[in-house]
């Protein structure tokens, strides 16, 4: 089911927080294309959207893990990856599939 939680895209190289159904997630727009992950970081639940972005990966603000923001994978093999969702523009709003 797809479900719209913008009205517009965030800003390039920005992340924008938002609550869903009590779920925290955040969205991107990295170089053009939209993402959307888990605002919880997989290693000590910090959220996310506290780091950066770098070379399409979030960094963790906490202890530097990064995240894939594609496909969510992290860059410690000891560390869970980070929960992706699928997520597109339609008349400019922005819509996830939960
Ligand atoms: S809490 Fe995110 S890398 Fe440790």
Not at 1 to 26: D, R, Y
Not at 32 to 49: M, Q, S, V
Not at 51 to 57: F, P
Not at 71 to 80: E, K, M, N, R
Request: hydrophobic share 35%.
């Amino acid at each position: 089911m797809w479900i719209k939680i913008l009205n517009q895209p965030p800003k390039e190289g920005t992340m924008t927080a938002v609550e869903l159904q009590g779920k925290k997630i955040f969205v991107t727009l990295n170089k053009g294309k939209l993402y959307c992950a888990e605002n919880r970081c997989p290693h000590e639940d910090i959220e996310l959207t506290l780091g950066c972005l770098k070379s399409g990966r979030v960094v963790c603000s906490l202890h530097g893990f990064s995240f894939d923001l594609a496909t969510g994978v992290s860059s410690q093999t000891d560390v869970d990856d980070m929960t992706t969702y699928s997520i597109k523009q339609e008349n400019g709003e922005i819509y996830i599939q939960i």
